[in-house]
């Protein structure tokens, strides 16, 4: 005979923040928000942080996600999309912090970035947008500077873009 053992999952509210009831619609808020409360500016370690967000945008909860060194962290998409799950979120925002002062994301940042976006697609649970934040006033939007770094490497290569098909329908191509 094996035992089975019943369990129950919840969510332990630690901190109430009093914030104002706006969608995040701008970089600058998440940055700021993400700042207010978990200080990642004068963090001497890589912190991995979260926010959920209702269908209009609007905050619903955060989260640390790790603690790591001074120049690695870990984030697995397991605990991000479990956390998100518990509070009903229709998508996140991820962020970690840089200590030694440089936002610029690393290749590892990219990957496990694009690693992420694709879990979000498959959970139903996007990431709208994930930064590197050394404070206030100098952070960076991995996707952003993901698509920075793809048109400086087609300039070099003196490729030119083609304009990708967005739709077919009876009214012909739209492109975007």
Known sequence: MKTLTKYQVYLKKEENYNIPDKPLNQPQQVVDLM??????SQATQEIS????????MKPIGVFELSRGTLNQGIM???DIFQRAIMVNAYAIFLAHNHPGGDSTPSDMDDILYLQLKEDG?????PIKDSYVIVDRN??????EHMEEERKREMKEKGIKEKPIIKRVDENGITWI
Do not use: K, Q, W
């Open 49 to 56: 942080v979260m926010i959920a967000v209702d269908c209009h």
């Open 138 to 143: 100098n952070y960076t939007s991995i996707p």
């Open 35 to 40: 700042e207010d409360i978990f200080n990642l």
């Open 121 to 125: 697609i498959r959970m139903g649970i």
């Open 76 to 78: 697995h998409a397991r």
